[in-house]
C-alpha cells in the first residue's frame, strides 16, 4: 500500500531554484548606474523636444486674454472632477 | 487676470520637464500633452494660491499628478487593463535613433507599479529631491525612499535577467537577435 506521495523533495527543490541569486555588487552597481542612465536619457528625449508651438501658443492667448480682460477658463468639460480635491490639497502649500 | 511675465516664464520653462513626466505618467503623447495642458489652465486659474518663493516646478506637478490621478480614476472603471495599455503604450514609442537597449529599458519601467514608476522618476530624471518628491506625491519623505528602491531593485531585476553578459562586446548582437524574438 502507498501510503507517501514524494512530494515534498519537489517542493523544496523547486524552492531553492527560484531563490533570487545574490547579484555580484560590481555588477549589481553596473546595472544601478546603467538604469539612471538610461532613465535619463529616456525622459530627456521628450525635453529636448523644447517647448512645442501648442503650448507657446496658448500662453500667448491667456497673455491676450489677460490684457483683454477676459479670465482665461479651462475648456469646458475636460477637468470637473478632482476641483474639490485640488483646491483642498493640491494648489499651494 | 494679467499674465506675470515671470510666472509666465517660469511656466513656459517648465513645459519641457511636465511633458517628460505626464508621458512617464500615461505612456501616451497626445494624453500627455492634453494634460499639461490642463494644468497650465489650472495654475493659472489658481495662480493666487502660489507661494512666490516657493517651487514653482513642483507646484506645478503636483497639480498634474493630481489631474492624472483623478482622470485615471475615472478611466479605470471605462478601461479594464490599465496597466497593460500603459505597457503597450510604452513600447510602442517611437524611438528616433533605433535604440534598442532603450526599448527594453522602457518596457522594463513599465512593469513597475505606477508608485514606483513616479518616484523613480520624480527623483531619478526630473531632479527632485526627496523631500520635494514627497510633497508632490503628498506622501512621507520614507515612502519616497522606499519606493524609489524598490523601482530600482526590480528594474536592476528585470534587466539583469538577459543582462549578465550584456556587458561585453557582444551586447548589440544579442540585443538585435533578442528583439527578433518578439
Known amino acids: ?93 | 487676470m494679467t499674465l506675470d511675465p515671470s510666472t509666465r516664464d517660469a511656466v513656459l520653462g517648465s513645459i519641457p520637464n511636465l511633458r517628460a513626466f505626464a508621458i512617464s505618467l500615461c505612456g501616451n503623447v497626445d494624453r500627455a500633452d492634453d494634460l499639461v495642458q490642463e494644468t497650465i489652465l489650472r495654475a493659472l486659474a489658481n495662480i493666487d494660491s502660489f507661494q512666490p518663493g516657493t517651487n514653482m516646478a513642483a507646484w506645478l506637478f503636483t497639480i498634474l499628478r493630481n489631474l492624472f490621478r483623478s482622470e485615471y480614476r475615472k478611466r479605470r472603471r471605462e478601461v479594464e487593463d490599465v496597466e497593460g495599455k500603459y505597457a503597450d503604450n510604452m513600447k510602442s514609442q517611437p524611438d528616433q535613433e533605433g535604440r534598442i537597449e532603450l526599448q527594453e529599458f522602457r518596457a522594463a519601467l513599465a512593469q513597475l507599479p505606477s508608485d514606483q514608476r513616479e518616484a523613480l522618476i520624480l527623483v531619478g530624471a526630473s531632479g527632485f529631491s526627496y523631500e520635494e518628491a514627497a510633497e508632490i506625491c503628498e506622501c512621507a519623505v520614507g515612502t519616497i525612499k522606499s519606493r524609489v528602491s524598490r523601482a530600482r531593485a526590480r528594474l536592476a531585476e528585470l534587466l539583469a535577467i538577459d543582462s549578465i553578459d550584456d556587458f561585453g562586446p557582444d551586447r548589440t548582437t544579442r540585443a538585435v537577435l533578442a528583439s527578433g524574438r518578439g
Open chain 1, 1 to 93: 500500500m502507498k501510503r507517501n506521495k514524494p512530494v515534498s523533495l519537489e517542493t523544496t527543490t523547486m524552492r531553492t531554484e527560484t531563490a533570487k541569486p545574490k547579484l555580484d555588487p560590481k555588477i549589481a552597481r553596473d546595472i544601478q548606474s546603467r538604469i539612471g542612465q538610461q532613465l535619463r536619457e529616456m525622459y530627456d528625449d521628450v525635453v529636448k523636444q523644447g517647448v512645442p508651438d501648442r503650448f507657446s501658443e496658448l500662453l500667448r492667448q491667456l497673455d491676450e486674454a489677460g490684457k483683454n480682460g477676459t479670465a482665461p477658463r479651462p475648456a469646458a468639460g475636460d477637468v470637473e472632477q478632482g476641483e474639490e480635491e485640488l483646491s483642498k490639497k493640491g494648489v499651494g502649500e
